[in-house]
């Protein structure tokens, strides 16, 4: 079947187009298309079908044509990916599945409606306002970090680094510990330390992650309005935008009363035909 390799910032996904949602897609086959060495490689799968065609779609079909039915690298499913909703909308618009409008583009993903638009060469998503819900920790190479659990559709654990300790440092090849009785599912650990001021944002953060399913990657879209909205809270602000710098590049978190929106490239680099087993 044909796919499409595309990234956000390095969050990096094979796009397989299945508008009738015909492809039987699993756990296994997933793994295998994202192992960087005997597959096409990624940090996740992007599927791209109809609502209509997808059992967790169909609810939102009369708003949204299409749904992302994403999949971390290692086959477990996410219910939201903010990378991964804007190299989805760079990939309807490129094939021509949708049209480019002056308004904004809905997608249907297991996380609700998102919508998208155009921002010159950027594409920017609006996605649900993060939601602050508790404090908590993460442990990492014998450090506990005190951290706050934030939902982004999907669940986060944002940690400010004490003084002394380098963000460069912090061995992310082994998942850092967390609470399971307040993630049962897992959760994405983001790691923050702040940059220096950025014209025209309220704040600017340096970030890596370790992310549920996927290991450390080179960009979280979500996890950046989740360090966003951390940082928003602890300037004592409701709303604002704020640059999160993350190894792959520059993400720009706008929150808003309601929503928050995420924005940064979206771009694809190559097509291809896979052999499916
Ligand atoms: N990289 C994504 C998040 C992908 C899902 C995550 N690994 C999870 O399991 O929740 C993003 O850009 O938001």
């Known amino acids: 079947m044909e796919f499409t390799k595309g990234h956000g910032t390095g969050n990096d996904f094979v796009i397989l187009p299945d508008p009738d949602g015909a492809l039987d897609l699993t756990p296994g086959l997933v793994a295998g298309i994202c192992d960087r060495r005997r597959g096409v490689g ?48 760079r990939y309807l618009l490129a094939s021509g599945l949708a049209t480019p409008t002056a308004g904004t583009l809905p997608v249907a993903t297991r996380a609700g409606l998102v919508r998208a638009r155009l921002e010159g060469d950027a594409i920017a998503v609006e996605m649900r306002r993060p939601r602050l819900y508790d404090a908590s920790s993460a442990v990492l190479g014998g450090l506990t970090l005190p951290g706050t659990a934030v939902d982004v559709g999907n669940p986060h654990l944002v940690c400010a680094l004490p003084a002394g300790v ?36 309220d704040g600017h953060l340096l970030m890596r992650v370790y992310e549920r399913g996927s290991a450390e990657t080179l960009s979280c879209g979500t996890g950046a309005c989740a360090v966003a909205a951390v940082a928003l809270r602890d300037a004592a602000r409701d709303t604002g935008t704020i640059t999160v710098d993350v190894p792959g590049g520059r993400l720009t978190v706008t929150v808003t009363d309601d929503s928050c929106w995420l924005s940064g490239p979206a771009v694809l680099v190559a097509t291809g035909t896979l052999t499916l087993p």
């Open 42 to 89: 990624g940090d996740g799968v992007l599927r791209v079908v109809r609502a209509a065609k997808h059992p967790e779609g169909v609810v939102l079909a009369d708003t949204a044509e299409w749904f992302m039915d994403y999949w971390n690298s290692d086959g477990s499913f996410a219910e939201m990916c903010g990378n991964g909703a804007r190299v989805f909308v």
């Open 166 to 201: 380098d963000l460069a440092d912090l061995d992310l090849t082994r998942a850092p510990g967390f609470d399971p009785r307040l993630f049962p599912q897992g959760v994405n650990v983001e790691f923050t330390t702040p940059g220096d001021p950025v014209d025209g944002t």
